[in-house]
């Protein structure tokens, strides 16, 4: 057996714990599999329970450990970095609570943060640049740790309760979809609702980031009066929140 | 291509201690960061690395880069690395003898490589590239081992002085971790020692264990015990002066008692490294 696939062996002996495997790698490898096992399985379990404090704390312990054995084993890693790792496991648990929203989207709050937290340095852009901007022509861009989400339950106020050590209310499906955003501003990072005409004016300015062309759907949307002033609130917001880091 | 001879004596800083060295001067000659930690796009992190960087010496130990893959080395992973040496500057730039990663899976854990000649050529052959990338000379740890091969055609010292030769890589020789892997394979410590080439150790480092089912488990969750103190005075001894640090990774204590701990190290190196340190050195 050549080295490579002798690290195929102890991989399948790690992903599938496969007894195929461990009689591959032979018998003076038998004792110390079981420590490799353990320790792979443990510290990713300890890197999902460290990124998910609050689904942990909102489904209990053991309905986490389930879900996280069961994304361990349909998911092995494949990042240079653990940090990686907590990346799908929304998606295991909108599998696992198909009738509980609030569960996955807590997930995508945290990670949200988590990544935010150390996403890229941008310095917001300073309100002096924009006397010489044309608006007819700009393009604005977004710092680098901004992420948006649609909600579909109250996550939110539930994250808020859990993160304060406060009793979170019950959950529920809300009528229409509730917007977050997340960002970081110099090094805090910053999670905020806003109302649906937000989420959707990033969402397309996301896409090609022509401020004239977000006036036009908010012209299209509101009229022009009101349409023009809501993109003018919109800007003066984000400027404030240092959303925007630069105009092309 | 040369790392700083002996440079004191110092502790891995955890974020449990990150406000203690940025608020205070704690009494170390340098700390140990996982490079890993701070291979991010930005952030906190970086930021609190650099204002580490201003107060103290600072060394990068990694744990992904894996050089007994038999993929070779990842790229971006290199190159990453390399953007953070050139910002820290640091001391001593360390990773394991050791792989994580094959096929596009990465087991996040430090995973023994066969001691053969295959396997020694293919190491060597991506800490030569690691060393062209990062533009300075590496340091190799031993890692503790839970199995063995069939199949080996050389002892651990062995491969490790022939990838120290061939590479001209210079080692982090892990105290702990050859008294775990002794322990669990039956092997002497000092033929370990021996077995090392004088020149090229630089660094120890020195954590505690745990005793599992069968075997003794790298943890690192606990205080030095006397039998690695007694081989780490043997392995000043012989090898120094050596830069020395104490490595927690699990249920950090007050860093009052890390302290105590390097005040142990610092007793039975020297103050200088060279009480304990082979004649001429």
């Known amino acids: 057996m050549n080295l490579a696939q002798w690290q195929r062996e102890l991989r399948n002996w790690l992903v599938c714990a496969s007894e195929a495997a461990a009689a591959n790698l032979g018998a003076t490898a038998q004792a110390g599999l079981s420590v490799y ?19 942990r704390a909102w489904i209990g312990a053991e309905a986490f ?24 496991f929304g998606a295991t648990l909108a599998t696992l609570f198909p009738d509980n929203p609030e569960v996955h989207e807590l997930a995508w709050i945290e990670r949200a943060l988590d990544e935010s937290f150390v996403a890229a340095d941008a310095e917001p852009l300073p309100v002096e640049a924009l006397a010489s901007v044309d608006w007819e022509t700009a393009c604005l861009r977004f710092t680098p740790s901004l992420r948006t989400h649609a909600l579909s339950s109250n996550a939110e106020p539930i994250w808020s309760a859990l993160s304060e050590g406060l009793p979170p209310p019950a959950p529920e499906r809300l009528a229409e979809t509730a917007c977050l955003l997340v960002w970081r501003r110099q090094r805090v990072v910053r999670l905020r609702p806003v109302e649906a005409l937000e989420h959707q004016a990033l969402l397309h300015l996301q896409d090609n980031g022509s401020f004239s062309g977000l006036c036009e759907w908010l012209v299209e949307r509101l009229g022009e009066t009101a349409g023009i002033a809501k993109a003018g609130s919109l800007l003066a917001s984000w400027l404030a929140g240092e959303l925007i880091i630069g105009v092309d | 291509m040369s790392t700083s001879p002996f440079s004191g004596y110092g502790l891995g800083l955890r974020k449990e201690h990150y406000q203690d060295f940025l608020e205070t001067r704690i009494p170390v000659d340098f700390v140990e960061v996982i490079s890993e930690n701070f291979m991010v796009d930005g952030g906190q992190p970086r930021h609190i690395l650099r204002q580490i960087r201003e107060r103290y010496p600072v060394a990068l130990h990694g744990v992904s880069m894996s050089v007994g893959s038999a993929d070779g080395l990842d790229s971006a992973y290199l190159y990453r690395l390399k953007a953070l040496v050139d910002e820290i500057e640091p001391l001593f730039v360390s990773d394991h003898l050791s792989w994580s990663r094959i096929d596009h899976f990465n087991s996040h854990d430090l995973l023994p490589v066969p001691y053969t000649d295959e396997a020694l050529d293919l190491v060597c052959a991506n800490i030569s590239r690691a060393q062209d990338v990062l533009g300075r000379t590496l340091l ?52 370990f020692l021996d077995g090392l080439p004088t020149d090229r150790v630089r660094q120890i480092h020195l954590a505690g264990h745990s005793q599992g089912k069968e075997l003794l488990i790298d ?63």
């Open chain 1, 37 to 55: 096992q353990n320790n792979y399985r443990a510290q990713l379990l300890g890197c999902l329970e460290e990124a998910f404090p609050q689904v």
């Open chain 1, 65 to 88: 450990f389930t879900a996280a054995v069961t994304h361990i084993d349909q998911h092995p890693p494949h990042a240079w970095t653990l940090d990686a790792y907590p990346q799908g």
């Open chain 2, 140 to 191: 190799f740890e031993n890692p503790s081992s839970y199995l063995a091969f069939d199949g080996a055609s050389m002892t651990e010292w062995e491969f490790i002085a022939a990838m120290s030769r061939r590479t001209g890589c210079e080692l982090l020789l892990d105290v702990n971790n050859l008294f775990v892997s002794a322990s669990n394979h039956n092997f002497d410590a000092l033929a």
């Open chain 2, 219 to 281: 943890t690192h969750d606990s205080p030095v015990c006397a039998e690695v103190w007694a081989l780490y005075t043997l392995a000043m001894a012989r090898f120094g002066p050596l830069a020395t640090m104490i490595e927690r990774d699990d249920r950090i204590p007050p860093l009052a008692d890390l302290l105590k701990e390097l005040t142990i190290a610092r007793t039975l190196g020297g103050l200088d490294g060279r009480a304990c340190s082979r004649s001429g050195a």
